[in-house]
């Protein structure tokens, strides 16, 4: 389980630098992912575990920061309330990609590993 955890967290913070890499941002959970299967090394259902748990982690401080900005622009005149709930839709959309294609990349990692030649 530790392994996995260390993996979640490998993969999270690549795909954070990953993003602010022009060009490679939008395969940026992608990549996240793949590292983070590949050091989880539990085959499919690692892999699967370690990118739900990389999902997880990466939810958290996106729907906190989303949610900040959405309450302290949500007081803006004229398009306060247009600007909050955009950013908590963009919020949204941005932690699905994230979360679906890095779920796909750490199952990739996890089964790439498994079926490495030694």
């Not at 890499?21 to 259902?45: E, K, M, Q």
């Not at 398009?79 to 941005?94: H, Q, Y």
Request: proline fraction near 3%; include cysteine.
């Amino acid at each position: 389980m530790a392994r996995t955890i260390a993996g979640a967290l490998i993969g999270m913070v690549c795909t954070i630098i990953f993003y602010f890499i022009p060009g490679v941002n939008v395969i940026a959970p992608l990549l996240g992912g793949l590292l983070a299967g590949y050091y989880a090394d539990g085959g499919f259902r690692g892999g699967l575990q370690t990118g739900v748990l990389m999902t997880i982690f990466m939810i958290i401080p996106g729907i906190l920061l989303g949610g900040i900005l959405g309450s302290i622009l949500r007081g803006a005149p004229v398009l306060g309330g247009f600007i909050a709930a955009s950013t908590f839709i963009i919020t949204l959309v941005i932690v699905a990609h994230s979360a679906v294609v890095g779920i796909i990349g750490s199952v990739l990692g996890a089964v790439l590993e498994e079926n490495r030649a030694i």
